[in-house]
């Protein structure tokens, strides 16, 4: 394989990560849901801490995002 | 992008042009770009926006209930999370979430149909690591202010065992120096992303319509309705990335204020 299309491979493969943290969000805002219908009461006092977990876990996406774009256009 | 050679093109949205050359300091080239016109536009609006609502009538009308509806969402989002002290943040924090929103949105509207092509200039690591910077720096400007030297307590939290304390302050420093990235790369690659998809969608749209009918009615309609769907997560996301800046911002001044 030449490096070109290690490259687009690699880009391909980060990918993966983008999958991940579509995974992550889901979760974050799943169990939020989860525990705002156990205890509708307190959920919108939690609202800040639901975006700060989403913030995080999207962050992580968007560096594999990151990464294939560093590949494609940088490396 | 062009339809006839068939290639797409998603990245040359974000290229910046210049408008007018400028001058030269220093051997820079100091340039009025599509980036700086767009920022203008953003302020000018903006402006509009706040002094249509700043009327300060007894029973607000409806601008002003928008105009007090965001200010009343910063304020409490700074009492919330840094007490009374955040009150005098109210100001840098509402700009700072404002512009983002504005520039997010601005960038998002299908003005390119009349022939003016917006330029998001918050999907540039150059403005949007600025910003964070100007964030980073308060909270550093506060935390030794306040607290001088004993500001470094901030990589000890309360009840670290002993054994510990060699790699706590590490690992806290370290996650302390990447907030500035972290923030500025977010709002940057969640812009550049959305409208690259965008882009892409829409080369689909073109491309699949100019290849011939079954392929524009197969691949052009489904593309063009993920298009409409897109366009609505990507303004719920314009927004969502103002509020996460802004909010964290917050937390970052609550730590320079009140240490752990």
Redesign the interface.
């Known amino acids: 394989m030449d490096a070109e299309a290690a490259k687009l491979v690699g880009a391909g493969l980060a990918a993966i990560g983008a999958g991940m943290a579509a995974i992550g969000v889901g979760n974050v805002f799943g169990s939020f849901l989860e525990g705002a219908l156990r205890n509708p009461g307190a959920a919108d ?1 939690q609202q ?1 801490r639901l ?2 977990g ?2 995080a876990a ?2 992580l996406g ?2 594999a ?2 990464v294939a ?1 560093i590949l494609i ?1 940088v490396a | 992008m062009s339809a006839s050679s068939g290639k797409i093109d998603p ?1 040359h949205q974000f290229e910046v042009q210049t408008i007018w050359d400028g001058f030269t300091i220093g051997g820079q080239q100091i340039a009025f770009t599509n980036s700086a016109a767009w920022m203008c536009v953003t302020v000018v609006v903006l402006w509009a926006f706040m002094l249509g609502g700043l009327k300060r009538q007894v029973i607000p009308g409806r601008w002003q209930m928008m105009v007090e509806g965001f200010t009343g969402f910063i304020d409490s ?1 700074l009492m ?2 840094i007490g009374k002290e955040g009150k005098k943040y109210v100001p840098y924090v509402f700009s700072l979430f404002m512009f983002i929103l504005f520039a997010n949105i601005l960038g998002l509207l299908p003005l390119g149909v009349v022939g003016v092509h917006p330029f998001t200039f918050t999907s540039h690591f150059t403005i949007t690591g600025v910003l964070a910077i100007m964030s980073f720096s308060i909270v550093l400007i506060v935390g030794f202010w306040k607290h001088g030297l004993h500001f470094f307590s901030l990589f000890v939290p309360h009840g670290t065992p002993v054994w510990l304390l060699p790699v706590i302050p590490l690992i806290e420093f370290v996650s302390f120096m990447v907030r500035p990235f ?1 923030l500025g ?2 709002l940057f ?2 812009m ?2 959305g409208h690259i998809l965008l882009k892409v969608l829409a080369g689909f749209v073109i491309n699949s319509a100019n290849n011939g009918l079954v392929t524009g009615l197969g691949v052009g309609i489904p593309s063009f309705a993920l298009m409409v769907g897109v366009s609505a997560l990507e303004l719920l996301v314009a927004a ?1 990335q103002a ?2 800046f802004a ?2 911002t917050s ?1 970052y001044i609550n730590d320079a204020e009140h240490l752990h």
């Open positions: 006092g800040g975006f700060i989403f913030a999207e962050l968007l560096l995002f990151v774009m256009f | 990245m989002m919330q999370n972290s790369l977010r690659v969640a550049i992303a969502i509020y996460v909010l964290l937390l």
